[in-house]
Each structure stands twice: as C-alpha cells, then as structure tokens.
C-alpha cells in the first residue's frame, strides 16, 4: 500500500490543475486557486510536509466534495 510523502509546491499547483482546479493567481499574501465558486489558498513553501499536505487535501475533499484516496493522488 502506498503512503503519503511530502510534496513540491509546483508539483502540488500541476495536479490540482489537472483535478480542475484554475490558477494560480496572486492575492494580498499567499497565491490560491479557483474551482468553481470556491477558492483553496496555496501557501508559499516551497515544499509541503505531509501534515501539511493532508490538511490542504482534506480542504480539496471539501470543495469538490468527494474523497481522494492516496493511489488517486500519486497517479496525478
């Protein structure tokens, strides 16, 4: 089974664009993204701890309101 390992922003950004997500664009102090009518805040590390990378998924579950599971991640 796989298991969740810390990620580059870029490499975060590139498959939240592929899942649909719109962006990046700039705000007052972090960059975010749109889907739909809802927008997810990408902090500027330049890369994402694995807590780190979990809460901003679990952010992502909400707003396209379904699970992904870590084989779905990883394929991105």
Request: hydrophobic fraction near 35%; charge should be positive; proline fraction near 4%.
């Amino acid at each position: 089974m796989s298991r969740w390992i810390p990620c580059k922003r870029w490499d975060f950004v590139k498959k939240l664009r592929r899942i649909g997500f719109e962006g990046t664009y700039s705000g007052t102090r972090h960059q975010f993204m749109v889907y739909g009518q809802h927008r997810l805040t990408i902090p500027s590390n330049d890369e994402y701890s694995v807590p780190q990378l979990r809460m901003m998924i679990r952010e992502v579950e909400v707003i396209l309101e379904r699970e992904i599971m870590i084989d779905e991640w990883n394929s991105l």
